[in-house]
């Protein structure tokens, strides 16, 4: 969970958003889940799954609150202190 609501939260920082972005990675967890239980040597987990997607729209929701400024506070200062 905290692995895939940190990507969505860092792609919806640096990328304008669109609806791809959450459609993607909601994809990709749901599809990692299918060939680890292919594989033979990982296991398959709806939880797993489950959680993927609760991470992404945790890190959706994350952008709209404050801790969503601070990247962009930070983006700030770190390009103030180069110039």
């Given at each position: 969970?905290?692995?895939?609501?940190?990507?969505?939260?860092?792609?919806?920082?640096?990328?304008?958003r669109?609806?791809?972005?959450p459609?993607?990675?909601?994809?990709?967890?749901?599809?990692?889940?299918?060939?680890?239980?292919?594989t033979g040597?990982?296991?398959?987990?709806?939880?797993?799954?489950?959680?993927?997607?609760?991470?992404?729209v945790?890190?959706?929701?994350?952008v709209?609150?404050?801790?969503?400024?601070?990247l962009?506070?930070?983006?700030?200062?770190l390009?103030?202190a180069?110039?």
């Amino acid at each position: 969970m905290l692995a895939y609501g940190s990507l969505m939260y860092w792609f919806d920082m640096c990328y304008p958003r669109h609806w791809r972005w959450p459609v993607f990675f909601v994809t990709l967890g749901i599809g990692l889940e299918i060939v680890q239980g292919v594989t033979g040597f990982r296991s398959f987990d709806a939880y797993d799954m489950l959680a993927n997607m609760v991470g992404v729209v945790i890190g959706l929701f994350m952008v709209d609150t404050p801790m969503g400024l601070w990247l962009e506070i930070v983006d700030r200062r770190l390009a103030a202190a180069h110039r």
